[in-house]
């Protein structure tokens, strides 16, 4: 409800900003805008407030063992081990942590102890080498970098329709503070485009941690993934626009920021911490959005027994090296979206079995001839993906 207050005022700003430009332009659409928003807030706090379960239901946080899997199934397109996957979830955790205890000491020998990584972190914040000022100069580097990829890329590890080689890279008019993708029009007149919503009164950046994300977005990620399936010929419009499954889709980003590191693009010590940052964090949701849903015992590092609001904030905190009001938000997003958080981590760890599988399978292929197979299937859940390509 907060939210579409917010927006009621910044978004149809926004709209009148953007049609003061188009001579075109009807008469009244922001305010349009504005009212839809408030209606919309007006109608979450009589019809949807009142029946919303809070964080002291009798069941606990989550939506519970029975519901969980229904959530889980939809967001993977596949069924998984809870058990197996929340312990998975653990491990890759602890794993994620020795590689960055590494990348600390290769950074900064002199760190040592429980607190390198985070230390290590805040070392990193305040080098010049990795920080921009300025909105222009985030957009230029976002361009610099996603261009420098493609041209990498391009031919070596994947096969890039040239209508591709073209990817935009914007500041959001929206100050939310995500980065996303937009996919390109089927003609290529709109180009696929990376944005950056900016939140008000930010103007520092750091490339350390971003990196991966260009990555994550543009090639090979979102941008080659779902561009691909709107310019192929192959693909029906439902399955160019309306199939995306997120730990199909998800999952492949992941992949690629994983993978990129595998290939040599973030042999940069800081860029890798940045990429180990991401993973972490995705192992993170995997631990508390299946643990919090399904009432399993909470980890040792925050008491173990069941887990609480308390401990599961206390959780993120310490594996999440974010801006704090932004991952407030991302907590209470886990909390009222089960399933779909770890949907990133699990969707990775299939892609990177189904790659496996498909190179043990055929000792002659190469991994740009799985990328390319692979991609040209358009979405579908992950059933289906190792399923095809089987």
Same mark, same amino acid.
């Given at each position: 409800?907060?939210?579409?207050?917010?927006?009621?005022?910044?978004?149809?700003?926004?709209? *009148? /900003?953007?049609?003061?430009?188009?001579?075109?332009?009807? =008469?009244?659409? !922001?305010?349009?805008? @504005?009212? +839809?928003? &408030?209606?919309?807030?007006?109608?979450?706090?009589?019809?949807?407030?009142?029946?919303?379960?809070?964080?002291?239901?009798?069941?606990?946080?989550?939506?519970?063992?029975?519901?969980?899997?229904?959530?889980?199934?939809?967001?993977?397109?596949?069924?998984?081990?809870?058990?197996?996957?929340?312990?998975?979830?653990?491990?890759?955790?602890?794993?994620?942590?020795?590689?960055?205890?590494?990348?600390?000491?290769?950074?900064?020998?002199?760190?040592?102890?429980?607190?390198?990584?985070?230390?290590?972190?805040?070392?990193?914040?305040?080098?010049?080498?990795?920080?921009?000022?300025?909105?222009?100069?985030?957009?230029?580097?976002?361009?610099?970098?996603?261009? *420098? /990829?493609?041209?990498?890329?391009?031919?070596?590890?994947? =096969?890039?329709? !040239?209508?591709?080689? @073209?990817? +935009?890279? &914007?500041?959001?008019?929206?100050?939310?503070?995500?980065?996303?993708?937009?996919?390109?029009?089927?003609?290529?007149?709109?180009?696929?485009?990376?944005?950056?919503?900016?939140?008000?009164?930010?103007?520092?950046?750091?490339?350390?941690?971003?990196?991966?994300?260009?990555?994550?977005?543009?090639?090979?990620?979102?941008?080659?993934?779902?561009?691909?399936?709107?310019?192929?010929?192959?693909?029906?419009?439902?399955?160019?626009?309306?199939?995306?499954?997120?730990?199909?889709?998800?999952?492949?980003?992941?992949?690629?920021?994983?993978?990129?590191?595998?290939?040599?693009?973030?042999?940069?010590?800081?860029?890798?911490?940045?990429?180990?940052?991401?993973?972490?964090?995705?192992?993170?949701?995997?631990?508390?959005?299946?643990?919090?849903?399904?009432?399993?015992?909470?980890?040792?590092?925050?008491?173990?027994?069941?887990?609480?609001?308390?401990?599961?904030?206390?959780?993120?905190?310490?594996?999440?090296?974010?801006?704090?009001?932004?991952?407030?938000?991302?907590?209470?997003?886990?909390?009222?979206?089960?399933?779909?958080?770890?949907?990133?981590?699990?969707?990775?760890?299939?892609?990177?079995?189904?790659?496996?599988?498909?190179?043990?399978?055929?000792?002659?292929?190469?991994?740009?001839?799985?990328?390319?197979?692979?991609?040209?299937?358009?979405?579908?859940?992950?059933?289906?993906?190792?399923?095809?390509?089987?």
């Amino acid at each position: 409800m907060e939210q579409c207050r917010t927006q009621a005022v910044e978004a149809a700003d926004t709209v *009148a /900003a953007h049609l003061s430009r188009v001579a075109s332009a009807p =008469d009244g659409l !922001a305010d349009d805008v @504005r009212g +839809a928003f &408030r209606r919309f807030a007006a109608f979450l706090d009589a019809r949807i407030a009142p029946v919303a379960v809070g964080f002291d239901a009798p069941g606990g946080l989550g939506v519970g063992r029975d519901a969980y899997p229904l959530y889980s199934r939809a967001f993977l397109g596949t069924v998984i081990d809870l058990e197996e996957t929340y312990a998975w979830g653990q491990e890759r955790l602890s794993a994620i942590v020795g590689e960055q205890s590494a990348v600390a000491r290769e950074l900064y020998p002199d760190l040592d102890g429980p607190d390198a990584v985070a230390q290590a972190l805040i070392r990193l914040d305040a080098e010049e080498r990795y920080t921009l000022r300025g909105t222009d100069a985030l957009r230029g580097w976002m361009q610099d970098k996603s261009d *420098a /990829a493609v041209s990498a890329l391009a031919g070596a590890h994947f =096969d890039i329709p !040239a209508g591709l080689t @073209r990817l +935009a890279c &914007r500041i959001a008019p929206s100050g939310s503070g995500g980065i996303y993708y937009t996919g390109p029009s089927a003609d290529l007149s709109r180009p696929g485009t990376m944005w950056w919503a900016v939140p008000k009164g930010q103007d520092t950046f750091h490339t350390w941690q971003e990196t991966t994300t260009v990555y994550h977005e543009g090639v090979p990620g979102h941008h080659l993934q779902i561009g691909e399936s709107v310019v192929s010929p192959l693909l029906n419009r439902w399955r160019t626009l309306f199939s995306f499954t997120s730990g199909h889709g998800e999952g492949w980003a992941l992949y690629a920021e994983r993978l990129m590191a595998d290939l040599g693009f973030l042999d940069d010590p800081g860029e890798r911490m940045g990429m180990l940052d991401s993973q972490r964090l995705r192992a993170a949701r995997v631990v508390l959005d299946i643990g919090v849903h399904c009432g399993l015992p909470a980890p040792d590092e925050i008491g173990g027994g069941a887990w609480t609001y308390e401990k599961a904030w206390e959780f993120l905190t310490h594996h999440c090296a974010m801006d704090r009001q932004v991952l407030r938000f991302e907590l209470h997003r886990y909390l009222g979206w089960p399933g779909q958080a770890p949907s990133y981590a699990v969707g990775q760890r299939v892609w990177e079995r189904t790659r496996d599988a498909y190179l043990t399978a055929r000792p002659a292929a190469t991994l740009r001839e799985f990328h390319s197979d692979a991609l040209a299937l358009g979405g579908m859940g992950l059933d289906t993906l190792a399923t095809a390509l089987a």
